[in-house]
């Protein structure tokens, strides 16, 4: 059982940057390709961005392509999202993901290929 706590979410203003860091424990965690998701109110939750276990493949949502990064340390257990030219329209609960995968290079997309998530952080950008 693999337990994920978000942390870094806060009220930015429309422009500023963020970076969300997510904790695990409880698993291996080089054994998981990683994906950080977010859900504004009344949306559905969509995908953000996704790291494979190793060799640092990326992928991104086309909406966030270009302004969130993310990364991950294997030896510290985190992945982390650097979120930079924060708009109004980022404003959501990210949530952090973890999936089993056999594949080094895979990145999971979809919130179904994920088997743990974290309780979310709130992250809020002012106009």
């Known amino acids: 059982q693999v337990q994920l706590v978000e942390s870094g979410g806060g009220l930015v203003q429309a422009g500023g940057s963020l970076r969300l860091s997510c904790a695990a424990s409880g698993g291996t965690f080089s054994n998981y390709a990683m994906g950080w998701f977010r859900q504004a109110p009344g949306k559905e939750r969509e995908f953000v961005a996704a790291?494979?276990?190793?060799?640092?493949?990326?992928g991104y949502a086309a909406s966030v392509k270009g302004r969130f990064t993310i990364s991950r340390d294997n030896p510290k257990n985190k992945v982390y999202l650097q979120m930079d030219n924060l708009k109004s329209e980022d404003t959501a609960v990210y949530y952090c993901?973890?999936?089993?995968?056999?594949?080094?290079?895979?990145?999971?997309?979809?919130?179904?290929?994920?088997?743990?998530w974290g309780q979310g952080t709130q992250v809020t950008v002012s106009p």
């Open positions: 790291i494979s276990r190793s060799l640092g493949r990326t």
């Open positions: 993901a973890a999936g089993g995968t056999l594949s080094l290079m895979s990145l999971h997309i979809l919130a179904s290929d994920y088997d743990y």
